[in-house]
């Protein structure tokens, strides 16, 4: 598997991460290329060789044209319509829309409003949208299938801002670094960027320390800041050694010993409708023997601020905890296959192209069981059975 691993000693902003991977070896002209199918119009992309602190980089601008910083404020929808309707290969388009709805999310939180009431104001101008475009093109033109971050230096200090004068990191910032590994390197500047942390945060599959891989490049994207070190971002890209991809999850987890058990079925609903991975709940003796109950959700490190809303807002706690575990897990998918019953999906695993589990989606086979006066254990054998058959066929199976 190839992927990539983003080492930001000196903070992460998108033009670091798109000088980054132009110097991995990402064609610029092919950047260009893919980022004129967008269909935005009003900037120039620019690059070149710079030195910072006596370590060569690249640096890549966006040069907004004269009135290009003075288009309206673009709505999530908008931006959304504007990366589904441009001439995009759909591995991009889909990473570019989380990065925003990421951001938008961020942004609704710390203003106190919804997603859909989110007006974008230097996230949502013409400089940062080819950064997030052009960061998820350059990921698909280095064909890269996984995304590993270091830890994050805060910074510190204050910034100005569209509301004014904020501390460092800024508020959308801290909403996107929870979850993540941090560090405080003592410079007072702002070093990571919302759309830094939104692109790196919203790809990651782990973070912290740099997985087991063979290096095939390493690229350098330089900032704009001249620091004491060399305020480079650092990128390398090769290919893991072992079969099955590791990446970070977050185990979630609330105590409880006040709620109705009618409550938790509503809010494990809200929890997976949230993202949670899974949820699971384990009965518990509390203090003076109490009884009560551990709720644990596991979800993706860029989850973990919206599982921690629901939990405050559906249960009676006063308090969430986390903690990071890295897993590995199986490469997966789900099919359709024409069985006797008819269409059934399947969720199928692999580890290194070999099937190794086939498993019938469950309420496909309680309707079929339902509707042909089956048993519900006997159609799920028998299509588990006929799945490994068809699976084994050439042109069996279809998405």
């Not at 980022?35 to 710079?50: C, D, I, S």
């Not at 949502?124 to 998820?136: E, L, P, Q, S």
């Not at 003076?288 to 709720?295: I, K």
Request: proline share 5%.
């Amino acid at each position: 598997m190839k992927v990539a691993y983003f080492d930001c000693p000196s903070g992460a902003s998108g033009d670091m991460i798109l000088g980054a991977l132009v110097d991995a070896g990402a064609p610029f002209d092919a950047l260009e290329r893919e980022l004129a199918g967008l269909g935005l119009e009003g900037y120039r992309l620019e690059r070149h060789e710079v030195m910072k602190a006596g370590f060569r980089a690249t640096k890549v601008d966006v040069q907004v044209h004269e009135g290009g910083h003075h288009h309206p404020e673009r709505t999530l929808a908008a931006i959304l319509e504007l990366i589904e309707g441009g001439r995009l290969a759909p591995a991009v388009k889909e990473r570019a829309a989380r990065i925003f709805r990421r951001l938008a999310e961020a942004e609704a939180r710390v203003h106190g409003t919804t997603v859909e009431r989110v007006h974008f104001h230097d996230v949502g101008a013409v400089d940062a949208i080819v950064d997030v475009t052009g960061a998820c093109i350059g990921l698909y033109l280095l064909g890269i299938q996984a995304v590993h971050v270091g830890a994050l230096p805060v910074g510190g200090g204050f910034v100005q801002g569209p509301h004014g004068r904020i501390p460092v990191p800024g508020p959308a910032t801290a909403e996107l670094l929870k979850g993540f590994p941090t560090i405080d390197t003592g410079v007072r500047r702002e070093l990571v960027t919302p759309t830094g942390a939104a692109i790196l945060t919203t790809l990651a599959s782990g973070a912290g320390a740099m997985p087991a891989m063979h290096v095939r490049a390493v690229g350098y994207g330089a900032g704009t800041m001249d620091l004491d070190t060399p305020n480079v971002l650092r990128l390398f890209v090769g290919e893991t050694a072992v079969a099955a991809p590791t990446e970070t999850i977050l185990q979630v987890e609330t105590t409880v010993d006040d709620m109705s058990p009618q409550l938790y079925e509503p809010l494990i609903e809200r929890l997976l409708e949230a993202g949670a991975l899974d949820v699971f709940l384990t009965s518990v003796i509390m203090k003076r023997s109490r009884p009560g109950v551990v709720l644990t959700a596991l979800c993706e490190p860029a989850r973990v601020a919206n599982l921690s809303r629901v939990l405050f807002e559906e249960s009676s706690t006063i308090g969430v905890r986390w903690t990071a575990y890295q897993r590995e897990r199986l490469e997966r998918e789900i099919v359709q296959l024409a069985t006797a019953y008819g269409p059934v999906g399947f969720k199928v695993s692999r580890l290194e192209g070999r099937v190794i589990t086939v498993t019938p989606e469950f309420e496909d086979v309680r309707r079929i069981a339902r509707d042909k006066g089956l048993a519900v254990r006997e159609v799920l054998e028998q299509a588990r059975t006929e799945g490994r058959r068809l699976l084994a066929t050439p042109g069996a199976a279809h998405n």
